[in-house]
């Protein structure tokens, strides 16, 4: 059976992810509430931030022209902040806001824009 996560809300996602990282992690697990200022963190196991929605709001989500939305950006992670994984590519992006999933671990977490272009001449 496939289920539509995208059609949860934030309240009812976060609870998905916590329900599954205690089920996966066990005893220890903390879980952050929404909307709090914690820096966007699901939940804390063992010194371990978990945080699982990629969520990035580029120039038209702020009211800007869309055509200076970030078209080829890189979520990338490390577990030493000198080499990085690229787990997120994304090439040609349109939308004002686009949401990725993330399957991944490490300790940094970077957005790469390769190529930075205003469409200004």
Do not use: C
Request: charged share 20%; aromatic share 8%; glycine share 12%.
């Amino acid at each position: 059976m496939r289920y539509r996560y995208e059609d949860l809300g934030d309240r009812e996602f976060q609870q998905l992810i916590q329900a599954l990282l205690a089920h996966s992690l066990g005893p220890g697990l903390r879980a952050m509430p929404l909307g709090k200022a914690d820096g966007g963190r699901d939940a804390v196991h063992a010194a371990t931030v978990y945080q699982v929605k990629f969520t990035l709001r580029h120039a038209g989500a702020g009211g800007e022209d869309s055509a200076w939305n970030t078209r080829d950006f890189d979520l990338q992670v490390s577990t030493d902040g000198s080499s990085w994984t690229t787990v997120v590519p994304a090439r040609g992006n349109t939308a004002d806001v686009s949401n990725h999933p993330v399957s991944a671990s490490g300790r940094y977490v970077r957005l790469n824009v390769p190529q930075q272009d205003r469409g200004i001449g």
